[in-house]
């Protein structure tokens, strides 16, 4: 099971961190009279200047986590249990910095005590389970409702007898599992990045995109017979959105129709097929360079 991509976006990543520190803070002010372990306050001055920089230091370290974990999964697959293995390793880190305040300052006796650092370990980890999981489970409803407006959206500017030559294109992810559809005349272009592929197509006059993770060659395949062609090694792109074909060298270049789209490239290995089929049903959008 993959963890939904939301949960990855920095904007995301850097709110949950102000969320679980929230949280800590109200957590362990209820907390603090029913442990032994916890010293965590406000009152005195002392206690409140150690308590100010063990946050510091807390949030500090969760930021790096959190920056090296987007680094590192932002153009692969996260499975749900690398993810909840790395929250894990996060939640140690910050009770062993939890632990060696409460040693350091002397917070729970001047000895060192093995078996207290054990239940400050334990203590941390649960209860810093407690907002991660509510972080999945906030994810997972917001991919679900992104997904549910994004088809909204989408039938809400079909028209009711579409043309006779617009046809429903249906996508796939690597599991075979029905992600999206898009009407054909809908799409521009499809761009390979890494495991993903992005979808760019129309909606409401503006040229919005979609992430699939799935391999380019397999959306290829699904997509023989249509008006979608491979044109380089990085891209898909619609015949009928082609506006102008710039010849140059055994190498083009391809304008499409929206505004908003950038000119997609054409590679040597694609270039005699796309040439020849363009040549065959489009004539009037070739253009040589000298």
């Known amino acids: 099971m993959e963890v939904p991509r939301i949960l990855l976006r920095r904007k995301y990543l850097m709110e949950s961190i102000l969320f679980v520190a929230l949280f800590s803070v109200i957590f362990m002010t209820l907390y603090r009279p029913f442990s032994d372990t916890a010293w965590f306050g ?38 749900m249990r690398t993810y909840l293995v790395w929250l894990t390793g996060e939640s140690v880190l910050i009770a062993l910095i939890y632990a060696g305040f409460t040693v350091i300052f002397g917070l729970r006796g001047d000895s060192f005590d093995w078996a207290l650092v054990g ?40 028209t009711v007898e579409p043309e006779p030559e617009s046809r429903t294109l249906h996508f796939v992810d ?22 993903y592929v992005r979808i760019y197509y129309a909606l409401e006059g503006r040229l919005v995109s979609y992430m699939l993770r799935c391999r380019t060659q397999k959306v290829e395949e699904a997509l023989q017979a249509t008006s979608l062609v491979r044109c380089h090694r990085s891209y898909l792109v619609n015949t009928r959105k082609i506006s102008h074909y710039k010849m140059e060298h055994d190498r083009a270049k391809i304008t499409l129709s ?30 040589k360079s000298l």
């Open 42 to 79: 406000f009152v005195p001055q002392q206690r409140l200047f150690v308590t100010l920089c063990f946050y510091l230091v807390a949030v500090a370290a969760m930021i790096l986590s959190k920056q090296l974990m987007a680094h590192i999964f932002l153009a692969r697959a996260l499975t």
């Open 174 to 195: 690597n599991n075979d599992i029905q992600r999206v559809s898009f009407e054909e005349e809908d799409i521009f272009y499809i761009e390979s990045q890494d495991n």
């Open 119 to 158: 239940r400050i370990v334990l203590c941390v980890v649960l209860i810093l389970a407690i907002p991660n999981a509510i972080l999945i489970l906030y994810g997972a409803y917001r991919v679900q409702t992104e997904e549910l407006n994004l088809m909204r959206k989408l039938l809400a500017t079909r």
């Open 258 to 287: 929206h505004e908003n789209a950038k000119q997609i490239p054409v590679s040597k290995s694609y270039y005699r097929q796309i040439t020849d089929l363009l040549s065959a049903t489009e004539p009037q959008l070739f253009s």
